[in-house]
């Protein structure tokens, strides 16, 4: 039998924590030895998920307490709120400068210090380890992925975005400044901390924007954006909340360049992803809902014609939870550790 990896998950007390334990413990190469989860330390995670209560998992520790050389981890998820990670990870780094290290948070997915201090509020706390983190968004950066040993996980709007924007941006297919994506999430992607304006009866019923004008997922938009042109692209975006559990649904709205058709942008995303285990381009003209990825790492993409002539709508459906962030985080883990990209990743769809 194969050796299995020696995994750490920080902060598994989370949404996105609970999401990378129910995918691991059905990885075959995959051993869950740390769970950390500092307001719950001491207890057990079946008391803090109860789904989890068939199976023999590490009791929940603070992160605290955790000797990061003895614990003999060959790779680390962090699924901790914003603003902390980049200081546990220079502990990690610290005490075992081997380490892989899977950061779930914002706190190294700009690359610019700068341009991090000015849309989250605070000075970045490990700007010599920013140099060296890859933006883990593996159809896009699956080379510099695979030697990394830091990988900044992609937000999961963000994901529901660049997915179908990449491909036609590096094509040149698009007009850069007529990018409009009008993206929807379920509940979880806002967390599982108490806050009143979640609680059901303040969004049960309604659909809202939030963010409007000033999200700060807009940053690493605009920074994979420009990288994938080869120039400044800023987008219009805005986010909505959903009274619906898990999903991301994006409707982007785009302007073919040079002649450039709705059918010949359909084209370009599908030779781009004909090859790829986890984004599935619909037949030109359907679209795609988010029940039909629920639970999955799957993301769909589907491509109409607008009535304005050269006018595109793309649309792109995803598990904010899976491929927009624990499912991804698992990828990017395969690829670090050498594993197939899909391994652990196989599970269809819930549907309804």
């Known amino acids: 039998m194969a050796t299995k990896a020696k995994i750490g998950v920080l902060g598994a007390s989370g949404y996105t924590g609970s999401e990378l334990v129910r995918l691991l413990l059905r990885h075959p190469r995959a051993e869950i030895a740390l769970l950390t989860a500092d307001r719950r330390a001491g207890q057990e995670m079946r008391s803090v998920f109860p789904q989890f209560s068939p199976f023999d998992l590490p009791t929940l520790v603070s992160i605290d307490n955790v000797d990061w050389q003895g614990a003999g981890l060959d790779l680390i998820f962090c699924a901790l709120p914003h603003a902390t990670t980049q200081k546990v990870i220079k502990q990690v780094f610290a005490a075992k400068p081997d380490a892989k290290v899977v950061d779930l948070s914002a706190d190294f997915r700009l690359h610019d210090v700068a341009a991090y201090a000015k849309w989250y509020g605070h000075e970045h706390h490990a700007p010599e380890l920013q140099k060296e983190a890859v933006y883990g968004l593996v159809e896009i950066h699956r080379r510099d992925i695979r030697t990394a040993r830091l990988i900044a996980n992609p937000g999961c709007y963000t994901s529901g975005a660049q997915l179908p924007l990449t491909p036609l941006l590096k094509a040149k297919a698009i007009e850069t400044g007529e990018i409009v994506i009008d993206a929807k999430s379920g509940m979880t992607g806002a967390g599982r901390s108490a806050k009143e304006n979640m609680l059901f009866s303040e969004v049960s019923e309604g659909f809202h924007a939030y963010g409007v004008g000033h999200h700060r997922h807009m940053a690493e938009l605009d920074q994979e954006f420009s990288l994938a042109a080869g120039k400044e692209v800023i987008v219009t975006f805005t986010p909505h909340l959903v009274?619906?559990?898990?999903?991301?649904?994006?409707?982007?709205?785009?302007?073919?360049?040079?002649?450039?058709?709705?059918?010949?942008?359909?084209?370009?995303?599908?030779?781009?992803?004909?090859?790829?285990?986890?984004?599935?381009?619909?037949?030109?003209?359907?679209?795609?809902?988010?029940?039909?990825v629920r639970g999955s790492n799957m993301t769909f993409i589907g491509v109409a014609k607008d009535r304005v002539p050269g006018r595109a709508i793309v649309i792109s459906a995803l598990d904010n939870l899976v491929k927009g962030a624990s499912g991804q985080a698992i990828q990017n883990m395969n690829l670090v550790l050498g594993y197939p990209e899909t391994m652990g990743l196989e599970q269809v769809a819930l549907f309804p």
Do not use: W
């Not at 409707?251 to 084209?267: F, S």
């Open 243 to 292: 009274p619906m559990n898990r999903g991301i649904l994006s409707t982007i709205y785009v302007r073919g360049r040079r002649g450039k058709t709705p059918e010949d942008l359909h084209a370009i995303l599908a030779k781009f992803y004909e090859k790829a285990a986890f984004v599935h381009v619909l037949p030109f003209g359907e679209t795609p809902q988010t029940r039909h």
